[in-house]
């Protein structure tokens, strides 16, 4: 049975719209794939924006703790599944110390074989849980805004990657950097092409799918849930879907070059 | 012992049980499947048991509405062997929703007033509903609604003593009691829908709770209407009920 893709959604910066990108694609691609999300962010916003259960006490960390098998926490929702997130891991640095615990989430996803597509979306900060992240992905997409702190945190995922690879713990790529809450003004499209000009230092070029700046995002929201099942006729879900199909075409021209 | 060692030992373990379980006799395997039977909780089930409890306003809102059952969506079965609940597959019974709320059930009214009369075993709203004390909080939103339903919203809300928000609401209240307690997909009154005629249909800002916000997407979806036809469907609904069942009594009756 083949492996599942796991991408990371992760930029060394907060909000960028990670979470939302994170519950975006799992709703997306879950209606043609059989996905699974899985919140590694301490602030559970995957998990709430997603309408998942947030007290059933069977959790990201249960399983990295090995309380629970990993197929014991999954919530079947309406197009993934998710696996929810938890406050306690704001803990850890603390609670995985060891240098060996960055292989924890890696040794999780390898019992699990029955998905196309995973999705893990990533607290801002260096953590442990980011390295675990790091080693357990396939791919990273990169959302960024239009200003300099968000190039920063791009640039941090090179300088990571670099590391982790060189002492040969990750085959992570950068798939892609992605262009979010994209306006129609001259500062967004001087940022588009920053991050052209850096897609070498980087590891990736940037999407041509730009996702564009909507309130329907925090409608969708607090209604938990996705804006493709909120208001799919809404100019962000279109965009996002236009992102899967470049997602899509993206790793399929990676596999052939791979091959 | 590292925790890498802990999520080995722990996924040894279950293997271990899974392969003996597999080895288990007929009669162990029908003795295990009992006691996971009668130790499966109540909210395991998609539609519980409606409340015959003598609380008055028995509509249970803590329901979620992700217990709403959908209709089905020809997608392959997921394998994973998760503890969490599967999809329910099970074949569907179309039902009318003008027998649904005909069915009268004999439930005694334990106090006359609150409960005013019942929409098949679940106890009736009254007029002292009031959207804002909902635990779920509230949202805004607007709708679509025709010149009729407008008109029947201002007034029948006037005559019952309550705000137009909280009337509508109320109407919501009782169709998500409906719909939480039906075992299969909802037919709607194809009359009540061909009233809906939304030319020179009127936009109304109205407060909903985020409950029913939710709810009036799935309650569309499962009669396969717009939700601006649902909006507009409830008042008609509830006209009809009245016409033929009599008027709900107000503050003032």
């Known amino acids: ?259 | 012992m590292s925790k890498r060692d802990e999520m080995r030992k722990l996924r040894e373990m279950r293997m271990k049980q899974l392969s003996e379980a597999d080895r288990s006799t007929p009669a162990e395997e029908v003795a295990r499947k009992a006691e996971a039977a009668i130790s499966e909780t109540p909210s395991d089930k998609v539609n519980p048991e409606p409340d015959k409890s003598t609380d008055t306003l028995a509509i249970n809102t803590d329901i979620n509405d992700s217990e709403v059952e959908m209709p089905t969506i020809n997608k392959e079965e997921r394998h994973t062997a998760s503890e969490s609940e599967p999809r329910h597959d099970e074949k569907r019974q179309k039902i009318s929703e003008s027998n649904l709320l005909n069915d009268v059930s004999s439930n005694k009214l334990h106090d006359k007033k609150q409960v005013i009369g019942n929409i098949g075993s679940i106890p009736r709203l009254d007029f002292t509903y009031k959207a804002k004390d909902q635990k779920c909080g509230l949202t805004h939103t607007t709708i679509m609604l025709t010149e009729e339903c407008m008109t029947l919203l201002k007034t029948r809300s006037l005559q019952m003593g309550m705000s137009q928000q909280d009337y509508f609401n109320m109407l919501i209240e009782e169709d998500r009691a409906v719909v939480n307690t039906a075992t299969g997909n909802l037919t709607p009154n194809e009359t009540l829908l061909g009233k809906i005629d939304l030319h020179g249909k009127k936009s109304k800002n109205i407060t909903v709770t985020i409950d029913n916000y939710k709810f009036m997407k799935k309650a569309a979806a499962l009669r396969g209407i717009s939700q601006t036809n649902y909006a507009n469907y409830i008042i008609l609904k509830e006209h009809l009920r009245e016409e033929t069942e009599g008027r709900r009594p107000g503050k003032y009756d």
């Open chain 1, 1 to 259: 049975m083949k492996k599942p893709t796991v991408i990371m959604i992760s930029v060394e910066k907060g909000g960028t719209g990670k979470t939302t990108v994170a519950l975006e694609l799992c709703s997306t691609f879950g209606k043609d794939y059989k996905v699974l999300g899985i919140d590694l962010d301490p602030q559970m916003n995957l998990t709430m924006y997603a309408g998942a259960d947030e007290k059933t006490g069977k959790t990201l960390k249960n399983v990295l703790d090995a309380d629970i098998l990993i197929e014991d926490s999954i919530q079947h929702l309406k197009d993934f599944d998710l696996i929810p997130g938890d406050k306690k891991l704001a803990n850890a640095s603390k609670l995985y110390g060891d240098a060996d615990d960055i292989y924890l989430l890696k040794d999780a996803l390898e019992d699990i074989n029955d998905y196309d597509f995973i999705f893990l979306d990533s607290a801002p900060a260096r953590s442990p849980l980011l390295y675990m992240e790091y080693v357990a992905s396939d791919y990273i997409i990169a959302p960024t805004e239009c200003d300099d702190g968000s190039i920063e945190g791009l640039l941090e995922i090179g300088e990571d990657i670099s590391r982790f690879k060189k002492h040969g713990q990750t085959h992570v790529e950068v798939l892609g950097t992605l262009m979010n809450k994209m306006e129609n003004t001259a500062m967004h499209k001087n940022s588009y092409e920053d991050l052209q000009t850096l897609a070498d230092k980087i590891g990736g070029k940037p999407f041509k799918t730009k996702i564009r700046k909507s309130i329907v995002a925090s409608e969708a929201k607090t209604m938990r849930e996705s804006i493709n099942d909120y208001k799919p006729s809404n100019n962000v879900a279109l965009d996002f879907r236009n992102l899967k199909d470049e997602i899509i075409e993206r790793l399929q021209e990676r596999e052939n070059s791979n091959n």
